[in-house]
């Protein structure tokens, strides 16, 4: 069995997760010189800290790799109630940073509760989805899925946090399509959806995220204010050229003109530093990750692991795709981490876990009782 697990395992998934671990840690080192001062201090603190939870991170996957991933099915309520209680609870006690309350304060270390909920809800949805396919062309089944995934949604969007709203709505689409949802339940829904934006413009949308859009549409009006680190972001990519300026020559990045740099910016500072080279790079890594779990997927004998390795994919996706566009700003400012490169631990060791995920439905596969 030990061998099997072993011959199963994806090396590939595993070892494209490392590499852009390890060039998360090489851009953390650089946007930290100009706050830790010389490059030791820089590597004692917020490098170290972010290799520990990934070594932390690569444990728990490969023990969750050695789990029948479809035991996590059987607590999927139980998951459900915990995940909108911490969703609730941050909303009571959460601490409050850059004007959203996201966090809760764990013995210094702060944890964002929107990441796990995330994946919690995945797994909540796909024993849903998995368990009522055959009557998911129902609207009461459709919209219950629906549900599943609209309460932490919206729950998140309170905090506020309209960056993790958006992927609960990617997930849940793109699981409810793998699932086999009808085109005609789809395309009302998102007939509705487009007829509620100014209603959702005008009621929903609070006075912070009201500025961050009318940022997004003119950063100049705000140049040495709320939209200095928009326009400093555009200045460190656009400089950075084909081949950028070398790592720790970044002038946006280590002038301290771009903030946040090691956490949602973390893509300007390989813009300006490593450059278009860089960032393909980056990318390359990405897209082979991405293909390893659509493969957790396509080999999966059941409809919950599919499901499952579906979510997950569409997670780390969008939540790449929100976070450089926000740097490359051709989507207004939300705190999406990029997965596995920006400097946090809640998220890091969220997509350990999730990597655990996709390890077990490879693994474990071949052994599906009907």
């Not at 100009?34 to 490098?47: C, F, I, K, N």
């Not at 399509?177 to 100014?198: I, N, Y």
Request: aromatic share 10%; proline share 2%; glycine share 10%.
């Amino acid at each position: 069995m030990i061998r099997g697990s072993i011959r199963q395992f994806d090396f590939i998934l595993m070892v494209s997760a490392l590499a852009l671990v390890a060039c998360g840690a090489v851009l953390i080192y650089s946007g930290s010189l100009t706050t830790y001062g010389d490059g030791a201090d820089a590597l004692r603190q917020p490098v170290a800290r972010q290799l520990a939870f990934a070594s932390v991170g690569v444990v728990i996957a490969v023990l969750l790799s050695r789990l029948d991933y479809r035991a996590m099915g059987y607590g999927a309520v139980g998951l459900y109630v915990s995940v909108l209680a911490t969703l609730v609870f941050v909303l009571v006690v959460g601490s409050t940073v850059y004007g959203s309350r996201r966090w809760i304060d764990v013995g210094g270390t702060m944890v964002q509760p929107s990441e796990i909920a995330k994946l919690g809800t995945i797994i909540v949805l796909a024993k849903y989805l998995s368990d009522n396919q055959e009557r998911l062309k129902e609207w009461r089944v459709f919209l219950g899925s629906l549900a599943i995934a609209a309460v932490p949604a919206a729950l998140v969007f309170a905090e506020p946090d309209l960056g993790s709203a958006v992927i609960f709505a990617a997930i849940w689409l793109g699981m409810v399509v793998m699932a086999g949802a009808r085109a005609r339940h789809l395309l009302t829904l998102l007939g509705g959806f487009v007829a509620s934006v100014p209603f959702v413009m005008v009621a929903l949308l609070n006075d912070y995220q009201r500025e961050r859009l009318a940022l997004f549409l003119d950063p100049e009006k705000e140049a040495l204010g709320s939209g200095f680190n928009i326009l400093q972001a555009e200045i460190s990519i656009g400089s950075g050229g084909f081949l950028g300026k070398g790592l720790t020559h970044g002038t946006q990045t280590q002038l301290d003109y771009l903030r946040t740099q090691t956490t949602d910016y973390v893509f300007s500072v390989l813009g300006e530093e490593l450059g278009f080279v860089g960032a393909v790079l980056l990318f390359a890594l990405f897209v082979v990750l991405l293909l390893r779990g659509v493969r957790a997927a396509a080999v999966s004998r059941d409809m919950f692991g599919r499901l499952l390795a579906t979510g997950i994919v569409v997670f780390i996706l969008f939540q790449v795709f929100i976070n450089v566009g926000v740097n490359l700003r051709i989507i207004p400012v939300t705190g999406i981490p990029l997965p596995f490169v920006s400097q946090g631990g809640s998220s890091l060791l969220t997509l350990f876990v999730a990597l655990g995920i996709l390890q077990s439905i490879v693994i474990h596969h071949r052994q599906v009782n009907f």
